[in-house]
């Protein structure tokens, strides 16, 4: 029976109804990947399952990453670090709590292939506050005039994970990579005007808070160019605003989305708790078995 579906947004991005992923079959999951392909968002509720779920779902997209920041990631699962403001008895951090508040980015900037699918559980949330916030790259292409189109056509942006990782630190308590561990996540360069591998749609591509580079120009000529871009992708007609319920799972594409946390003052004294993991999928996604790391999105969600 094919899945029934109602849309988060009118850009993109839907809810699927009437499916248990724990107990998901490979008809349903053809549905499902056609489904992400053609919304690039999709939303789960009421999924109470354990972390091997959602291991499972990811290696259904792709190759699975290990998060870098591995003093959150679930002992048994690696794959899924631990998010939010949960503390242990010692007062040191249980999860990766980034407090640089709303930053619009993508989980694959980071690396050579930014077709990367983000999973966002939610074990606990705040009554209000600590939402997750998403937009289309691609109805942000479609509502740009042809001049700025013409102009953005064939720009070149250098992402650097570790240049914003450096800017998080300074407000996370979040242990520092090793140089080893900073040698595994290279800048990269991508096209800002790009064309989705699946869908074929066109979209551009900015993960602003990563962005070192526009073509050869300095920083500030480069943020004052691609600013006015993110912000159009993010006008708030084109913003899709999750509340999180506990048993959610949001499903996104990296390539053909952006997507914010919120600013976390709105919930100091109430729990966040949520399970990230991240799949590469695509022709570029390294062999099974073969573990790379993820974006990390340091913001994440
Ligand atoms: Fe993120």
Not at 100 to 125: K, Q, R
Request: aromatic share 8%; charged share 25%.
């Amino acid at each position: 029976m094919p899945i029934e579906t109602t849309p988060l947004h009118p850009d993109f991005g839907v809810e699927i109804h009437g499916v248990d992923l724990a107990a998901l079959d490979d008809a349903t999951f053809a549905d499902i990947e056609a489904a992400y392909h053609t919304h690039g968002a999709l939303l789960f509720r009421n999924q109470f399952y354990t972390p091997d779920v959602q291991v499972a779902l990811g290696h259904r997209f792709g190759v699975l990453g290990i998060p870098p920041r591995k003093q959150f990631n679930l002992p048994d699962h690696p794959e899924i670090s631990v998010l939010g403001n949960l503390m242990n008895p010692d007062g040191t951090p249980a999860a990766f709590f980034n407090e640089m508040g709303e930053e619009w980015h993508s989980d694959s900037a980071g690396y050579e292939n930014l077709d990367g699918v983000t999973f966002l559980h939610c074990i606990e949330s705040p009554p209000e506050g600590g939402e997750t916030l998403l937009c289309s790259m691609t109805a942000a292409w479609d509502s740009l005039d042809a001049d700025k189109q013409a102009d953005m056509e064939g720009r070149k942006l250098l992402h650097s994970w570790n240049y914003h990782n450096d800017k998080v630190l300074k407000v996370s308590k979040a242990k520092p990579l090793s140089p080893e561990e900073r040698a595994k996540i290279p800048d990269n360069i991508t096209d800002l005007v790009q064309v989705h591998p699946v869908s074929g749609r066109k979209l551009y591509y900015i993960s602003h808070n990563l962005v070192k580079q526009v073509d050869d120009w300095d920083e500030k000529s480069s943020l004052t160019y691609i600013m006015p871009l993110v912000d159009h992708a993010t006008a708030p007609e084109r913003v899709y605003t999750h509340r999180w319920r506990p048993g959610d799972l949001l499903v996104w594409d990296n390539r053909a989305t952006m997507h914010t946390a919120t600013d976390v003052s709105a919930y100091r004294n109430a729990t966040r708790h949520m399970h990230r993991s991240y799949a590469f999928t695509g022709p570029h996604a390294l062999p099974e078995g073969k573990l790379a790391p993820d974006s990390g999105s340091l913001k994440t969600t």
